[in-house]
Nanobody
Framework: QVQLVESGGGLVQAGGSLRLSCAAS????????MGWFRQTPGKEREFVAV????????SYADPVKGRFTISRDNAKNTVYLQMNSLKPEDAAVYYC???????????????????WGQGTQVTVSS
């Protein structure tokens, strides 16, 4: 069955860095765009970053541009999110998600993603 397993979350001081990983299995990883989303209590899940299936295109939410970098290793079926210069407002549960490369629509719509991980908590202390 399809599995997306995130790891790498934790507690970090403001200004610090974390690298999230998401290991995928059960589907053809290289045929799916991969995205990262985050969610805090009482708020909707929001788009953070996405990388297309061919690793040719990335897109970031404005609040994380210049600080976060998304990448993927299709040989390892893994997508990464390098988070630098973390701020308290970056604290959230981070989810990875998979979207078919044939899917239309915008990359930031959660409804366009077929598979989701269980999430990993990121806490940033000020």
């Amino acid at each position: 069955q399809v599995q997306l397993v995130e790891s790498g979350g934790g507690l970090v001081q403001a200004g610090g860095s974390l690298r999230l990983s998401c290991a995928a299995s059960g589907y053809t990883f290289s045929s799916y765009d991969m995205g990262w989303f985050r969610q805090t209590p009482g708020k909707e899940r929001e788009f953070v970053a996405v990388i297309d299936w061919a690793r040719t295109t990335t897109s970031y939410a404005d609040p994380v541009k210049g600080r976060f970098t998304i990448s993927r290793d299709n040989a390892k079926n893994t997508v990464y999110l390098q988070m630098n210069s973390l701020k308290p407002e970056d604290a959230a549960v981070y989810y990875c998600a998979a979207r078919s490369k044939y899917m239309g629509g915008t990359w930031y719509e959660t409804s366009r993603y077929s598979f989701w991980g269980q999430g990993t908590q990121v806490t940033v202390s000020s």
